[in-house]
């Protein structure tokens, strides 16, 4: 069997302990690696289940009437920003597309001619040939045929944008959610056709008691579970601004950072809100032994004797644990239980 480093160095350190007790050997106290308990600020959190939900989630619904060609797409596919979902008949919107761009042609054809017809008139004016009445029959006609062009390029982008409209795209990426439409069935301005999410963005909504919403307003800090257990910090945090008025409580949103796998609209997680912090002891979290139902550390005395203090604990930050009872700052604890048991055990003649 190959060891880790650790569990080798502990298993050994039991061993040798083992072996100096039957052996007779006293373990001499100062040998034994110890910590001072620390008086440290500890960020105080209060958790509340929340529920995720997308950021960026919509129903697309048709923007103009046509048959269903083809739906290209079927609920959980993944879909790039810009995709077309579905495809509508577009026979009529085509049809009128080659409409504007032939009455585009006509239109720009008249006004190249009025532009002409202008610059002729315009010369024999200046020597004085022609009325001034020509003159202003000319110049009304070019400002005629300019707004014929413009009125005939403003149908052709209209028949283009409802030709755009028979094929329905993707707002951004994300995963289908559900279909609402099939293929052969008529499509109506503003009847839905496909859902979707996206999970690039999520969040999680959470109703905070009206006790906490000052501190976490303040402190604007929280973290988040995810379902592996591991936690990571809210990229954002919005607090609104009213309460309901049946709980009491107020809804706060906490941003989950982007890209974060796993985590999927409607699930429950865990959110731990900064509320301040308070100033606590902590001991090592490889100190603390427990025996039967007693918790405790071995603490090193002022003559170099060990005991076994009992201790309560409050919570694990990261290596450390928050000790609520038992302990004075400053005072010594083992690093390792075993070593200190056996230790204790050669003390008290055992």
């Not at 149908?155 to 279909?179: C, N, S, W």
């Not at 890209?259 to 902590?282: E, I, W, Y």
Request: net charge neutral; glycine share 8%; with cysteine.
């Amino acid at each position: 069997m190959i060891l880790c480093p650790s569990t080798t160095t502990r298993t050994a350190g039991g061993l040798l302990a083992g072996w100096l007790l039957m052996a007779g050997a006293p373990l001499d106290a100062a040998e034994l690696a110890t910590a001072a308990v620390e008086s440290m600020d500890v960020v105080q959190e209060y958790r509340l289940d929340g529920a995720v939900e997308a950021v960026n989630q919509s129903t697309l619904s048709a923007q103009t009437a046509g048959q269903v060609k083809e739906v290209l797409v079927d609920v959980d596919d993944f879909v790039e920003q810009g995709a077309v979902v579905i495809r509508l008949k577009d026979t009529e919107q085509l049809a009128r597309v080659n409409q504007a761009k032939a009455s585009l042609q006509s239109a720009n054809a008249r006004l190249s001619e009025a532009q002409q017809e202008y610059q002729r008139i315009k010369g024999v004016y200046a020597r004085k040939l022609v009325s001034k009445s020509a003159m202003d029959r000319a110049t009304a006609a070019l400002g005629t045929a300019r707004a014929d062009y413009k009125a005939a390029e403003a149908a052709l982008k209209q028949a283009e944008e409802q030709l755009a409209y028979t094929r329905v795209t993707a707002p951004f990426t994300g995963i289908v959610t559900e279909r609402h439409i099939q293929a052969g069935e008529t499509a109506q301005p503003g009847r839905p056709l496909v859902s979707g999410l996206s999970l690039e963005h999520l969040r999680v909504n959470v109703d905070v008691p009206q006790s906490l919403v000052a501190a976490v307003r303040r402190h604007a800090k929280a973290r988040l579970q995810l379902p592996s257990g591991d936690w990571v910090q809210a990229a954002g945090i919005t607090v609104f601004p009213y309460a309901d008025p049946a709980s009491g409580t107020f809804r706060v949103r906490a941003d989950l950072p982007v890209g974060t796998k796993d985590v999927f609209p409607g699930m429950l997680v865990k959110v731990a809100f900064d509320t301040g912090s308070q100033r606590h002891l902590m001991v090592p979290r490889q100190a603390v032994v427990h025996r039967s139902e007693v918790t405790g550390v071995y603490v090193l005395g002022a003559e170099g004797r060990w005991s076994l203090r009992h201790i309560r604990l409050g919570e694990f930050k990261g290596d450390k644990v928050v000790v609520l009872a038992g302990l004075r700052a400053g005072e010594q604890v083992a690093l390792d239980p075993v070593e200190a048991g056996v230790a204790l055990k050669q003390q008290r003649g055992g």
